[in-house]
């Protein structure tokens, strides 16, 4: 006769912490707050627009008096910062737009700092909303030219801090970019102005619906000789070690979800503070999954996120702020 298989008895059952939403919420490890989060937002020099971008539903392309009410709305619900992107009515080759004092991201600046003071107002500072082939800088032979770039986004970067930006972000993965900045910044007496590097960027398919969003789609080729290839995560640890060495004071990852482990290693290996950019791609296909019925918005939107400073965020910027902190309760 066959001998009963004896199954053996657990001893340590970790369904033990599981059993109700409020012993879940005693061990819980990773605690999302709306002040975790940046807002994206693109600002128009055309008037009077509030124009949805098709493949980012609930977001917009916003002249400066809608942008204010979106602004307060943000600020209601507890959001604490945003990030300006500009669309300008007029581009040109060297992206010389991006530079004046009356720009439409100078003027959404003060817009902002005067509507609501205790917003922290961070631009992103690029050529590629301004220049008329879209790429991230002047061209010469058919790249993009790095150190001619930096001279570029140094004079940008100091516009927008003379506007009153409290915190530039530089995203056009030239190399120097943040000492270009540090320095000019430096120069002109914003040495308390802190630098958010946008300093593990890859080339990445994910950015499509953001380049309808900034109208800032490259002309001709892509961005492969200037962002990193998605292949790679030592060499990511390079790109951090030079924005640490030239004064960055944040270190961001982008995008996030495809690429958790460089969040973490990032982490791991830096002391300073680190960004993760939630970008376009990753919410639209959100957002048309979840208008499709096949997966749950609101649940999917918070697992993200969580999961995102659960890999090493300590803050994440991201289009889906506000219906993040809507949930959070804000
Ligand atoms: C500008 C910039 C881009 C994004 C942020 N800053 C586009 C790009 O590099 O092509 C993408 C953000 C997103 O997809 O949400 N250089």
């Known amino acids: 006769m066959a001998k009963t298989q004896q199954i053996p008895v657990p001893w340590r059952r970790p369904r033990r912490l599981r059993g109700s939403e409020t012993i879940r919420s005693m061990v819980r490890e990773t605690v999302l ?39 307060h709305a943000a600020a209601a619900l507890g959001i604490k910062s945003c990030i300006l992107f500009g669309i300008p009515k007029h581009k040109d080759p060297d992206g010389q737009v991006s530079l004046q004092a009356n720009g439409i991201v100078q003027k959404a600046i003060a817009a902002a700092k005067n509507a609501v003071p205790g917003m922290l107002v961070m631009t992103d500072v690029c050529m590629c909303e301004y220049t008329d082939h879209g790429h991230c800088g002047p061209v010469v032979a058919g790249d993009v030219d790095n150190d001619t770039t930096l001279s570029l986004i140094a004079a940008q970067a100091v516009s927008h801090a003379k506007a009153g930006a409290d ?38 398919s994910f950015y499509g619906p ?29 790109e951090a070690a030079l924005d640490v060495d030239e004064g960055a004071d944040i270190l961001m990852v982008k995008p996030a979800m495809a690429f958790m482990d460089i969040i973490a290693k990032v982490k791991d290996n830096f002391d300073l503070p680190v960004a993760s950019y939630n970008v376009s791609g990753e919410y639209s296909m959100v957002k048309a999954a979840a208008a499709k019925g096949w997966i749950d918005e609101e649940s999917t939107m918070m697992e993200i996120l969580t999961g995102l400073k659960r890999a090493g965020s300590d803050m994440i910027l991201t289009y889906f702020a506000k219906d993040a902190a809507r949930v959070l309760g804000g």
């Open 33 to 71: 707050t709306p002040a975790d989060f940046i807002y994206p937002l693109f600002v128009t020099e055309h008037e009077g627009v509030r124009k949805e971008i098709s493949s980012m539903p609930g977001q917009y392309q916003l002249s400066l008096d809608y942008f204010v009410e979106e602004l």
């Open 210 to 238: 953001f380049r309808e969003a900034a109208e800032s789609a490259p002309q001709f080729g892509d961005r492969r000789s200037y962002q990193m290839d998605a292949a790679n995560s030592r060499e990511a640890m390079i």
């Open 167 to 204: 915190l530039v972000a530089p995203s056009g993965m030239m190399d120097g970019m943040v000492g270009a900045i540090r320095s000019a910044l430096d120069g002109e007496g914003f040495e308390k102005l802190p630098i958010m590097s946008y300093a593990v960027k890859y080339a990445s």
